[in-house]
């Protein structure tokens, strides 16, 4: 409970902001790597489909989140 008195932001809409905008910019850095860079390791392309999924996944849920204006 000290913690979100100390720091108000965990309360807010930036926390899931910036969680979204990160493993958005992984999923793009990924993509890149693997698209332009050809990259073709099976480390690359695993970390290519997680992030990119879960960039998909937190994304719609941050966006619904505020059109819900939940």
């Known amino acids: 409970m000290t913690y979100r008195e100390t720091y108000p932001?965990?309360?807010t809409w930036v926390?899931?902001?910036i969680a979204t905008t990160l493993?958005?910019?992984a999923?793009?850095?990924s993509?890149?790597?693997v698209w332009l860079r050809h990259e073709r390791s099976v480390l690359s392309i695993m970390?290519?489909?997680v992030t990119m999924l879960a960039g998909l996944f937190f994304?719609?849920?941050v966006v619904g989140e505020a059109i819900g204006g939940a």
């Open 23 to 25: 493993v958005d910019v």
């Open 15 to 17: 926390m899931p902001a």
């Open 9 to 11: 932001v965990v309360d």
């Open 27 to 29: 999923a793009i850095l």
């Open 31 to 33: 993509l890149v790597t």
């Open 59 to 61: 994304t719609s849920i």
């Open 47 to 49: 970390t290519l489909v």
